[in-house]
């Protein structure tokens, strides 16, 4: 039994990568609160950096040493050591927030003339980047929506950029409207697309899901991405995100972390360890909550649509569900019939479900995405997309499932 490889991830999360002998026997990792670490020798500061700068590869036995708290911490170690169980990843690096997570991470595949296939609608911020930045340092950006997903390959051919293609980004399921996107068939296209000396590669954000729901990596793609803030957090109280994938590409990823300083801290790795302890179970109940809203919500003569994965129509998108997702999730998206100021009044009337931005707390959130989350995004791409004045996000926390119905009872009385 104590053979780590007959254990579950949830029983691993109390104790994997980390020996209490190291640190005075205590129970759980204390906060490594230090900038700097002491090396025993020069020789020992030499051997450490010469791994660290990618000089040499480790010898057998031999494990990273600790250096500066900007490339390594064991707080973040640990923590790091625990996530890849989760998607099954050889590697995983540890960010301040999700965004930096993303960004680093397609700076780091990306390069001027290179162009980047990415999935719509994705996170506000991420369009943004994508858009707005991206675009500045001579990369070339081509969006498809989930409509197109079966013509992307030959919508690329059209394009006569298929050469150029370095990566491919997508959102599954997106936020906010919960529509999927077939990770295997991107994976397929990125295989297809690349060449002998140019690997495209395929990164997908699985924040939607959380590590339990949905295991890209297993589905073909290269890297997974999560804003760390949400599920593995859980409890609204710390920014962070997370890149996982192989070895190799990971190496990439931390060395361009370190160089623009987007590493996370001490206290971050500390808060998303003592959150991991209970992520199955939280996500579980939230799960099984969300089921609950959906259904009441379907039913009420004052909503129009419910987007929710377990209640897809569309025969395609239930194909890619049963094919990559273990679970409905805990997202629920809805119209509330008048547009955007009956969704407005329904929202200020909340009580239980708190009127804010972010997803995958204990807490129950609404928000508007229109004018919050998405408010950066084109208008016309808005539309386009679902994303109307008329929609709502709830991300369903851990609360009573009668206490969340009543309070959405209430507050659509008021309309």
């Not at 980047?116 to 001579?138: A, H, Q």
Request: aromatic content about 6%; glycine content about 8%.
């Amino acid at each position: 039994m104590s053979d780590n490889s007959t254990l579950h991830p949830e029983s691993l999360m109390m104790s994997y990568g980390y020996k209490p002998e190291l640190s005075e026997g205590a129970l759980k990792p204390p906060i490594f609160q230090t900038s700097t670490f002491v090396f025993r020798t020069a020789e020992e500061g030499k051997a450490f950096f010469e791994m660290a700068t990618g000089q040499r590869e480790p010898e057998p036995g031999e494990v990273p040493g600790l250096i500066y708290s900007r490339l390594n911490n064991p707080d973040v170690e640990v923590l790091e050591d625990r996530l890849k169980l989760w998607d099954g990843a050889e590697a995983c690096a540890v960010f301040e927030s999700g965004m930096s997570a993303i960004t680093t991470t397609l700076l780091e595949f990306l390069s001027p003339g290179d162009v980047l296939l990415f999935s719509n609608p994705v996170y506000g911020g991420t369009d943004g980047f994508i858009k707005n930045t991206l675009t500045r340092f001579g990369i070339e950006v081509i969006g498809f929506h989930p409509a197109q997903q079966k013509d992307v390959g030959a919508m690329v051919q059209r394009s006569g950029k298929s050469d150029k293609v370095k990566m491919i980004f997508v959102e599954t399921p997106a936020n906010p409207t919960n529509t999927l996107i077939d990770i295997g068939a991107c994976s397929r296209l990125a295989k297809e697309l690349s060449s002998a000396d140019r690997q495209v590669v395929l990164a997908v954000d699985n924040t939607y899901m959380g590590p339990l729901w949905q295991h890209p990596l297993k589905q073909g793609a290269d890297l997974v991405l999560y804003s760390a803030t949400k599920y593995i957090g859980g409890h609204s109280d710390v920014i962070a995100g997370a890149c996982l994938g192989s070895t190799a590409l990971i190496t990439r990823v931390k060395k361009l972390r370190s160089s623009l300083g987007s590493m996370a801290g001490p206290w971050t790795g500390w808060l998303l360890l003592r959150s991991l302890e209970t992520l199955k179970p939280r996500m579980e109940t939230q799960a099984r909550n969300a089921a609950l809203v959906a259904a009441f919500l379907k039913k009420h003569p004052k909503v129009a649509r419910v987007l929710y994965l377990g209640m897809i129509e569309d025969p395609a998108q239930q194909a890619i569900f049963k094919a990559q997702c273990l679970s409905a999730g805990a997202m629920v998206g809805f119209d509330v019939k008048g547009g955007e100021p009956e969704a407005f009044r329904f929202l200020n009337a909340l009580r239980l479900v708190k009127l804010a931005v972010s997803l995958g707390s204990t807490e129950s959130l609404a928000q508007h995405p229109a004018s919050m989350t998405h408010a950066g995004v084109d208008p016309v791409e808005r539309e386009k997309l679902g994303i109307t004045g008329a929609l709502v996000r709830l991300s369903v926390g851990i609360e009573h499932p009668e206490d969340l119905i009543a309070d959405l009872e209430q507050a659509l009385a008021k309309i």
